[in-house]
């Protein structure tokens, strides 16, 4: 493992693959950590890409670096610790590939940084034009139950009480049943032994429906965000047609929010998680796309 320095983190990275390839930022989700593309990643490098997949804040080995500084889990603060992350790597220019939380962070990438990204590729969360969160629809908004459930106090208080316990029901619901073991769970869930994850979980949810403490930092980034409805990057769209927390129709005919080549692909028997599911087939995917815009 790897880190580098920003102004608000320690962020920890794994990075694999020739240093003077073409750079793929991996962006992990929620309830998950960087492991999730130790499974695709070794294609990608195959195939002559490096490979910068961090933890997230609130995650693992990253660390806020002041005690006094606001947990802020809102997109346009994850999306900020990924820019300064390739600025201190020194990458100008560079793909990013996002899973769940990871996803909502490539089109935030795409809308604030267009002209740094040579492609996105968004796993299991479909496209919402202008960072908004609308109410959706009776069926997707039974599938998000655990979000309304950590938008009341006393929901927030019970998922305190037993946070892995929460992540857990995540997992064995938004899949086919047994998709997972528990070792598995039990190394991704390493990551949730960091201080801040409870509260960075929590502001990320609670702040899309609700007004949460925040770090002013990041307004100005949410209103550039907030001025983009239509993303000019490449993008690929890939969710498992089993998805039980995004359901596959919430993502259906968005294609008129992208200037640039959009495809779509839906992954039968995969659930939420095509990464751990379905690597072959993700990276698969994933270079076909890379390579196009390399």
Avoid: C
């Avoid at 900020?80 to 939380?101: C, K, P, T, Y």
């Avoid at 305190?160 to 598995?184: N, V």
């Amino acid at each position: 493992m790897d880190s580098l320095t920003t102004s608000m983190l320690d962020i920890g990275f794994n990075a694999a693959g020739p240093r003077d390839a073409p750079v793929i930022l991996l962006l992990h989700g929620w309830p998950d950590d960087a492991t999730t593309w130790d499974q695709v990643s070794p294609a990608l490098t195959a195939a002559g890409f490096r490979t910068i997949a961090p933890w997230l804040r609130g995650f693992g080995p990253t660390r806020f670096r002041s005690a006094q500084s606001v947990r802020d889990g809102r997109t346009a603060a994850l999306a900020q610790d990924a820019i300064e992350l390739m600025d201190g790597l020194g990458v100008a220019r560079f793909a990013v590939v996002g899973h769940d939380w990871g996803a909502r962070i490539a089109y935030a990438l795409a809308a604030l940084i267009p002209e740094r990204l040579t492609a996105i590729a968004a796993l299991s969360v479909g496209y919402s034009p202008h960072g908004a969160f609308p109410v959706p629809p009776f069926r997707q908004s039974r599938a998000w139950w655990y979000q309304w459930f950590m938008a009341l106090d006393r929901g927030a208080e019970a998922i305190a009480e037993d946070p892995i316990g929460f992540a857990r029901l995540q997992r064995e619901t938004w899949s086919p049943p047994g998709w997972f073991d528990k070792a598995e769970f039990e190394r991704a869930a390493q990551s949730f032994d960091n201080p801040d994850w409870l509260a960075i979980m929590l502001s990320s949810y609670r702040s899309r429906w609700r007004e949460e403490k925040r770090d002013p930092q990041y307004d100005p980034l949410q209103e550039r965000i907030a001025r983009v409805g239509t993303i000019s990057v490449a993008t690929l769209m890939i969710q498992g047609a089993a998805d039980g927390t995004v359901l596959p129709q919430s993502t259906e005919d968005l294609d008129g929010y992208f200037s640039g080549p959009y495809r779509r692909l839906l992954l039968d028997s995969v659930g939420h998680f095509p990464t751990r599911e379905a690597p072959a087939a993700v990276a698969e995917e994933l270079l076909k796309h890379l390579r196009a815009a390399v």
